[in-house]
């Protein structure tokens, strides 16, 4: 796969308060800078934007003007004070702009259109037992063909670009997988990026779709607060972000908080290595337990699994998922000393917190002496994060103040 990018750079404080200059020769610069703190804390009336960036009002007031005549922002309902005349707030345009996130998954394709808002517009979904790179392909071209005629002619020339989220290898672990080592080398022919670019003619980037979640996480979700967590998120494989002091940290070849390759034990001479966090936690364990009692899969990502038949193998994998997610934990809080730890997944909110509970309980077992236990919580996201990821990457950089404010591009991931 080629270059892939990662997420940065969050403030100090927790809430970014993005600051202009009002010198001259800038003029891009603010206007992405006001932009930002519309999109950090809502409709804001000019005198507020002007006091969280540090602009003039003559200079906001400019800015603004600009940016409502381009179509980035839209006025709301005037607020009356008590004195003096009413302030009207201004809100990003969600037509103002849109973007384009496609997750490539082991079982499944999602394509994602979102306005500049970041807000869901059309979403569109493909399942497959494997992804063949060519069906994948033309898949996408079908799903970016509807999008666009959804937009119309008036609209089409707003599309920022494709982010794509996928594993670095497609095509590994076919072993686990039960799929043919040719088909997974099928992958390493093709340029997925290059392809996409060719078939829209866009600007395209590719991350790791477990980073990809991370951005969503970081910058839509719990990262607005939470400054340095691991991330883990549970698909047909599970994987994860790592980030600190809100950056996304990718490593030296990319895998920061890549908990799927974690042992789960200690290897001996002359035995077999142990099982690793992703055969015993993954989505793909629990379809297995649902293949060898005969049951659709496909309740592995909705409300049946906590509902019978599916409920006992559900309890089983929960009971073998929830202490090994706890111990990949407790190892990564001994190393990092982590604020927090947030969870998610391709599956129901309600197996979301089942596993949460599980997980919680079995950290509860372990001995957390000399080191700081880590805060639970859900991601806020869910099934679309990988998607949404994706889309955010070409709508901040191109609007963020800094291309490098949320996501610095990196050769690795």
Known sequence: MPPAATAADLPDTGRLRPRGSSQGGLRQYNERV????????GALPAAEIARLTQLTAQTVSQITKRLLDDGLLVKGTPVRGKVGQPSVPLALAPDGAYAIGVKVGRRSLDVLLVDFTGAACQRSSVSYDYPEPEAVCAAIDQHLGAMRQWLGADRR?????IGIAAPLSLGGWQTLLGVDLE?????DRIDLPERVAAMSGLPVTFVKDTAAACVAELVAGRGRSVRSFLYVFVDTFIGGGLVLDSHLRGGLSGNAGAVGSLAMGRGRPG??????????ASLFTLETLYATAGLDLGATTDA???QAPWLPHTQAWLADAGPAIALALHDAACLLDLEGVIVDGQFSRELLAALLAAVDAACADLSWEGVRRPLLMPGTIGPDARALGGALLPLHANFAPDRDLFLKLDRHL
């Open 34 to 41: 006001v932009l930002q703190a519309i999109r950090l804390h």
């Open 157 to 161: 020339d707003r599309l920022q670009g």
């Open 183 to 187: 088909r997974a080398r099928a992958w």
């Open 271 to 280: 035995a077999a290595p142990p099982p690793q966090l992703l055969s015993v």
């Open 304 to 306: 049946r699994a906590l």
